[in-house]
């Protein structure tokens, strides 16, 4: 299947970067390149971009489609490890970094990557096809409450109670193993009256991924990595399409443009702690309504970028 993923927000991300002609720029979700060859299009032949990604499947993709380009170096990996990665190549500080966050439109689309609750296929959801944990893993192997706790906190499904125990009770007849499955266990859980505003399954598959691929946890060290390896005045651009993702970037940017720790009572500041980062905008960017009609998967999606100081 070709890898194929319209990128959400381009022209916007690309100006949020403020591209200098010769930086250097790190785009730690590859996917095909979409992004990343507005990127390069805007540097000369001295400046460079490195692409990162998880999926072995985006990077031969987008080796493909960036072809003709000579400045990018490809690192299959998670931005997790940026800090690391941006050591090893010798790279001390960037002028730009983009996150785009979520599942790419090939993933949804493969029907072997199980990231889909309207195609039927076995139960993965691994970004990295390397890693062990596996949605089917989640499904079939957590007790009941670490299997509601995952559906609640990183799904945010009010049905999580009832969606777990009817996990519980069909895995013990028969395992869950592929995404149909899933979904008609959670058809069976939800009331119906519920079930006409949007998929059931929506939330609980959002839940599992998360879990799968520790989204999350690894957004939440990985931003304050990225700016640690900004230079003054480099920027760092994320996108992000749920309310989870949102409020760890929100809160991020907001604790390193204001880190006093002081009590409101304190006439002065004396703890020290300076700005790290200046908000570019305060409000998140979201597409308009032409790219939403385009792109429906663009709906959700949310800008936010931070200036190193």
């Given at each position: 299947?070709?890898?194929?993923?319209?990128?959400?927000?381009?022209?916007?991300?690309?100006?949020?970067?403020?591209?200098?002609?010769?930086?250097?720029?790190?785009?730690?979700?590859?996917?095909?390149?979409?992004?990343?060859?507005?990127?390069?299009?805007?540097?000369?032949?001295?400046?460079?971009?490195?692409?990162?990604?998880?999926?072995?499947s985006?990077?031969?993709?987008?080796?493909?489609?960036?072809?003709?380009?000579?400045?990018?170096?490809?690192?299959?990996?998670?931005?997790?490890?940026?800090?690391?990665?941006?050591?090893?190549?010798?790279?001390?500080?960037?002028?730009?970094?983009?996150?785009?966050?979520?599942?790419?439109?090939?993933?949804?689309?493969?029907?072997?990557?199980?990231?889909?609750y309207?195609?039927?296929?076995?139960?993965?959801?691994?970004?990295?096809?390397?890693?062990?944990?596996?949605a089917?893993?989640?499904?079939?192997?957590?007790?009941?409450?670490?299997?509601?706790?995952?559906?609640?906190d990183?799904g945010?499904?009010?049905?999580?109670?009832?969606?777990?125990?009817?996990?519980?009770?069909?895995?013990?007849?028969?395992?869950?193993?592929?995404?149909?499955?899933?979904?008609?266990?959670?058809?069976?859980a939800?009331?119906?009256?519920?079930?006409?505003?949007?998929?059931?399954?929506?939330?609980?598959?959002?839940?599992?991924?998360?879990?799968?691929?520790?989204?999350?946890?690894?957004?939440?060290?990985?931003?304050?990595d990225?700016?640690?390896?900004?230079?003054?005045?480099?920027r760092?651009?994320?996108?992000?399409?749920?309310?989870?993702?949102?409020?760890?970037?929100?809160?991020?940017?907001?604790?390193?443009?204001?880190?006093?720790?002081?009590?409101?009572?304190?006439?002065?500041?004396?703890?020290?702690?300076?700005?790290?980062?200046?908000?570019?905008?305060?409000?998140?960017?979201?597409?308009?309504?032409?790219?939403?009609?385009?792109?429906?998967?663009?709906?959700?999606?949310?800008?936010?970028?931070?200036?190193?100081?």
């Amino acid at each position: 299947m070709k890898f194929r993923h319209v990128p959400v927000l381009l022209q916007e991300t690309i100006d949020s970067l403020n591209i200098k002609e010769n930086g250097t720029y790190v785009d730690c979700t590859l996917g095909g390149g979409g992004h990343s060859r507005e990127i390069l299009k805007s540097l000369s032949k001295d400046g460079k971009l490195i692409g990162i990604d998880e999926d072995i499947s985006a990077i031969d993709a987008a080796k493909e489609n960036l072809k003709e380009f000579k400045n990018v170096t490809y690192i299959h990996g998670n931005f997790y490890y940026i800090k690391e990665i941006l050591d090893e190549l010798k790279i001390d500080g960037v002028d730009g970094i983009l996150m785009d966050l979520g599942v790419s439109s090939y993933q949804i689309d493969n029907p072997d990557r199980g990231f889909s609750y309207m195609k039927d296929a076995p139960l993965d959801m691994r970004m990295d096809r390397e890693n062990s944990l596996s949605a089917y893993d989640v499904v079939n192997k957590y007790d009941r409450e670490r299997l509601y706790r995952v559906l609640r906190d990183y799904g945010e499904e009010k049905f999580a109670n009832r969606i777990a125990d009817s996990i519980v009770r069909e895995r013990r007849k028969n395992k869950i193993s592929t995404t149909f499955q899933l979904v008609d266990v959670i058809k069976r859980a939800v009331p119906l009256r519920f079930q006409r505003n949007g998929h059931p399954a929506k939330r609980t598959f959002q839940g599992i991924r998360i879990e799968v691929n520790r989204e999350l946890e690894i957004l939440d060290r990985a931003l304050e990595d990225c700016v640690g390896k900004l230079k003054p005045g480099g920027r760092i651009s994320v996108i992000d399409f749920h309310s989870l993702e949102d409020r760890i970037v929100k809160l991020k940017f907001r604790k390193l443009e204001n880190p006093c720790t002081c009590p409101p009572s304190f006439p002065v500041c004396v703890c020290n702690k300076k700005p790290v980062v200046k908000i570019i905008n305060k409000k998140p960017i979201v597409p308009s309504e032409d790219e939403k009609k385009k792109n429906p998967r663009s709906k959700s999606s949310k800008l936010r970028t931070a200036e190193k100081i």
